[in-house]
């Protein structure tokens, strides 16, 4: 869809929908309108009860009111709470409406807050326009022949000058959202066409694409570096593991560097420790961290960020077979450590082991920021709504949670005590892959089990399980596969700092 940018009143733009942001001021505004316009909107406000409430909605055949066919507006709330996640769940209403009228084409009108100007407006009204015309209809048959897909948008500013400053958000805006829905695909996609292997050779052609060095080591690659976990996990499959290394570097003269690490469980069956019906089904997004990976790279590379990245993803299939791994196995990680496996389920930290410590040993990163789906224990904490954040480095973490504000995509510190390490005591071997008895601070123990293999460099882990995927539509976020953690992950990576280092560590 092309979303464009003109200046002018809604009132006088020629359109078949306008979709109207309203304060709960605003309408008290019309009420007292002196105008035409504003005498007839007063009498349809006035029977209808519209006040102007977040999400409430007053549909209007325009009957010559203005030169667009329909006028919808929509109530954000009390002018002093409206933000840019109020602007993208209006868009999101506006695309709606679009839809279930079989409209092509529309407009959206741009309000200004407190604390964002009309550009900010645009960037915010993109994005939730952008997100919301996702569909994943790849095996859709009879809803294709009746459906009229959107076409165009047009974002309405008042000043002329405003509208070509907005301009370059916007396109940056749909990049971030391209990039989302690349995340979304991957994810909706059947576990039998995103395989390892092809997430490996969608990075290869990202690399291709972006003149960007990317490495892939294959099952008999990852045995000779002595990769136990990350081949354990994957023996049983058909499907063998790949680890992928992408090398971004956008700022040449600068020797920092940030890498991102994701969890690419491409199905995960639970292995011996088989995952119950209910919760089996939707097992083909255990891979949107490493999903994620693949998009902040292209994204990164289209929006030319001046950071320097390495992104991996630590991609394996979970499957039973007579070759599975089985409870109670030891092996030997990349980094020496031992593991004893105590669940079978608790694969992903396995496979980002090992990415965590080849990574920190080979590339040596400023600080490593690892997403995964990793614990069912973080949804009953957070819901659907926030991502886990675990981390020692309160100076990134600061960073994260502004950015989590920013996009709207939220995180929550939870604590990594030391008296937590005592869940991931073996008595056979280094670590044991799972915690305390009844699943107590489950997905703080798998943080720490985490946090074991990369011990030297700073560290933030991101527990997306339940904000990746979701089982019912809200505003621009579609059933299934979210995408999000990729626009939090942008935001973060273009205008992170980096922590300085004392003379002790430059010369380590």
């Not at 409430?53 to 109530?75: D, P, Q, W």
């Not at 081949?231 to 600068?254: C, H, K, L, Q, T």
């Not at 990976?293 to 630590?314: D, P, T």
Request: aromatic share 8%.
């Amino acid at each position: 869809m092309k979303i464009s940018v003109e200046a002018g009143k809604y009132s006088s733009f020629k359109s078949e929908l306008i979709a109207v942001p309203v304060t709960e001021e605003k309408v008290k505004e019309l009420m007292k309108g002196t105008n035409s316009t504003e005498k007839k909107l007063h009498e349809l406000i006035l029977l209808e009860g519209f006040k102007g409430e977040t999400g409430k909605v007053l549909y209007i055949h325009s009957m010559n009111l203005i030169e667009a066919k329909r006028l919808l507006l929509v109530g954000v709330g009390k002018q002093k709470s409206l933000n840019s996640e109020e602007l993208r769940r209006f868009a999101s209403t506006a695309v709606s409406f679009a839809k279930k009228l079989k409209v092509q084409d529309f407009a959206v009108a741009c309000h200004e807050g407190q604390e964002f100007n009309e550009m900010d407006a645009c960037f915010a009204l993109t994005e939730g326009i952008f997100l919301s015309d996702y569909d994943f209809d790849k095996y859709k048959t009879e809803a294709k022949k009746d459906s009229k897909p959107l076409i165009s948008a047009t974002l309405l500013v008042h000043e002329k000058e405003a509208a070509k400053k907005a301009e370059e958000g916007i396109a940056k805006a749909v990049t971030l959202c391209r990039g989302t829905n690349l995340v979304r695909d991957l994810g909706n996609e059947n576990s039998s066409i995103i395989t390892p292997k092809k997430l490996a050779e969608l990075a290869l052609d990202l690399g291709r694409k972006h003149k960007m060095k990317v490495t892939v080591f294959d099952e008999k690659k990852l045995r000779e570096l002595k990769m136990e976990l990350i081949s354990a996990v994957g023996i049983g499959s058909v499907n063998p593991p790949r680890m992928v290394f992408i090398e971004y570097n956008g700022d040449p003269r600068s020797k920092e560097r940030i890498a991102v690490i994701g969890k690419g469980i491409t199905f995960d069956t639970g292995g011996y420790n088989l995952k119950p019906t209910g919760m089996i089904e939707t097992m083909k997004m255990d891979m949107s961290g490493a999903a994620n990976v693949l998009g902040i790279m292209n994204v990164l590379a289209e929006l030319k960020v001046k950071k320097n990245v390495v992104g991996v993803m630590a991609c394996a299939e979970n499957a039973l077979s007579d070759r599975a791994y089985k409870p109670g196995d030891v092996f030997t990680s990349y980094s020496g450590l031992t593991v004893e496996i105590g669940n079978t389920d608790a694969e992903g930290r396995l496979v980002l082991a090992d990415a965590l410590s080849f990574t920190e040993k080979n590339y040596k990163p400023d600080l490593i920021v690892d997403l995964a789906t990793l614990t069912g224990a973080i949804m009953i904490s957070l819901g659907s709504e926030v991502i886990g954040l675990f981390s020692d480095e309160e100076f990134y973490v600061n960073q994260m949670y502004e950015s989590g504000l920013i996009t709207f995509e939220r995180v929550w510190e939870l604590p990594i005590y030391e008296e937590f390490k005592e869940g991931i005591k073996s008595e056979f071997a280094d670590l044991k892959n799972t915690g305390f008895p009844k699943g107590f601070a489950s997905s703080i123990t798998a943080a720490l089990f985490l946090k074991s293999f990369c011990p030297k460099t700073p560290w933030i882990h991101l527990d997306i399980a339940g904000v990746d995927w979701i089982d019912a539509p809200k505003y621009y976020k579609p059933k299934g596969a979210t995408g999000v953690g990729l626009r939090l992950m942008a935001h973060f990576i273009e205008n992170l700092e980096f922590k300085k280092k004392s003379k002790t560590e430059k010369s380590d």
